[in-house]
């Protein structure tokens, strides 16, 4: 991490103050409504928020003119990074004078702020998938069923609630097996890489695959109330969905869906099963306010109590679609 190379990238003056949305289809977030309301009652009325929409595993000069923007504006004050959290951490890593222990740990940034001058990263997820998963879940809740975890996809957020499970000090707030299941080999190795550092007593077992038909027989070898997890952005930022829609879901289990928007196949199929299987379904808005709120407040430096954190969700539930 370093202030003092010299970069080169193009920079735009802004005539206000600017908060940055990473993403891929920015437009579509409910957070384009959502953020003007949220600006007004924090006291930031002026406050705009400007989408910067690139390519999934884009060009590295991408993520790092994105972060130029960000660290060299004076009205430019921040941004949330979705989808490109780990491209964008190892593409500008030299840029940030400073990364907090989970961008550490999880090699990825989802939220960019200014203190004092100096450009810092954090990674919210295991936070904001944390305070999404205890809120579903509740206390003890592999220990009173004996429930495992599957999560499809092995990016930012896939690590990050992998993270926040390992951390739980109870022993019931931890399943005995997590399995994740991703398309290509490197993030499973980045994964490997960051539970190989932890002290762990989770059995994480990791596969490579990417037929949907294959992933209907992983899913099928779950124990009753397992949890099973789509974290691949299939149904937002790429079509389709993990599994087919011939696929089980354990019985008594909890499909959680971390996308809110799209065509969203995957909740579509667990929805399809609630009664027959008697599935729980989730989607991925409470996690949207936790993520958002918890960058909102890192980049204006803010304290987010439950009680503002609960007038939030209320002025983003009256936009929400």
Known sequence: MSSTQTFSYPILSKTSLTFYFIGVTTAKSSIMKVFPLWAKELGYPQLAIEGIDLKIHDDPEAYRAAVAQIKFDPLSLGALVTTHKIDLFHASLDMFDYLDPYAQVCGEVSSISKRAGNLEGHAKDP???????????????????????????????AVATLLHLIDKKAAGDRPRRFLVVNRSEGRLASMRDMVNRQKTDIEVVYQQNENPYRNDAIMATLPPNSLVINATGMGKDTPGSPITSQGLFPEHGIAWEFNYRGELDFMHQALAQVESRDVRVEDGWLYFLHGWTQVIAQVLHLQLTPGLFARLASIAETVRH
């Open 127 to 157: 936070i904001s998938a944390g305070l999404s998963l205890d809120t579903m879940i509740g206390e003890n809740y592999f220990g009173r069923t004996g429930g495992w975890v599957l999560c499809f996809g092995a990016g930012g957020s």
